[in-house]
DNA sequence: TATTGTTATACTCTATAACTATA
DNA sequence: TATAGTTATAGAGTATAACAATA
């Protein structure tokens, strides 16, 4: 095998959106271990879990949009974790179509068990960067964030 | 809805993992209008592609490495592509095992047309950054990749 | 008529395991 | 016995579309 040398030549191992994609598979297989193996939960319920355990009372539509997950993403990773008794919900009185969500005892316990380790898990990443690098690291995720409009 | 405030929070749009996985997304989508859309490539496809257009003669194997997809994901990408008449192979003389894959004419023209366009809209994502951000920005992708072992 | 949320269905993508053939 | 590559099968994970209930 020999490699060519036309014009503008693309290396995929130095071509953004391959690296961020092979990253965030790399990261996301790092942290699934945590609430797959060790908590029985799979991405989407581990996002409710993680909205709901810091903003009560919130929606399922809320959930969908503070986590950018499709509605039927979002009902069924609900349901399931109101099956299995970390989540409950009620409809709203002053209008029906809506149901507040909140933490159950179970859910709470779970979720003060598993946030320390999900951001134990976080910094265990980040330590491979200075200090310096890690703020300017979250300022580009910000930059493109707000220019892709996920902010 | 009304927010929590325990010990250590975790607010998701703040969780590297959650940002890294939602831009790796919206990146990927925001560019396989390319390749998807005009080109009729899938991702493994495209990856294929951009290997094989770099490195004349390498073997699924290869790309199977340096892209770091699994040999099943490679060898139905190569398939579809030999197919289309856009990569050609033949078992190699010294180990008939191998099968050294190369663009056709048609392939060829086909990665000269893709490369310009994928780097175009690598750099209309990038220009979000000043110069200094990106270099920062893309030396934490060499660092957290060694860290992973993705270098 | 619009909105919140659910569910039936189908589709995409992927890996596991078993296979062929070569070494 | 090991390796390159293929394929059958099944499993995740997901969205589309139609739906019920409420506003």
Not at 107 to 121: D, F, I, K, Q, S
Request: net charge positive; charged share 25%.
């Amino acid at each position: 095998m020999s490699a060519s040398n036309g014009r503008a030549t693309l290396h995929l191992p130095e071509f953004v959106p391959f690296r961020l994609n092979r990253l965030a598979v790399a990261v996301s297989d790092h942290l699934s271990a945590i609430y797959r193996e060790r908590f029985g939960l799979q991405i989407p319920e581990w996002r409710v879990m993680a909205t709901v355990g810091l903003v009560r009372d919130c929606t399922a539509r809320y959930v969908g949009e503070s986590t950018r997950m499709h509605k039927t993403r979002v009902s069924r990773a609900i349901a399931a974790l109101v099956r299995r008794g970390l989540v409950e919900r009620a409809p709203r009185a002053s209008d029906k179509r809506e149901m507040p969500l909140r933490l159950t005892r179970m859910g709470r316990r779970m979720y003060t068990a598993l946030v320390p380790l999900a951001l134990e898990r976080e910094q265990a990443l980040l330590v491979c960067l200075t200090t310096a690098q890690r703020h300017a690291f979250q300022q580009c995720l910000g930059r493109l964030e707000e220019f892709l409009g996920l902010a």
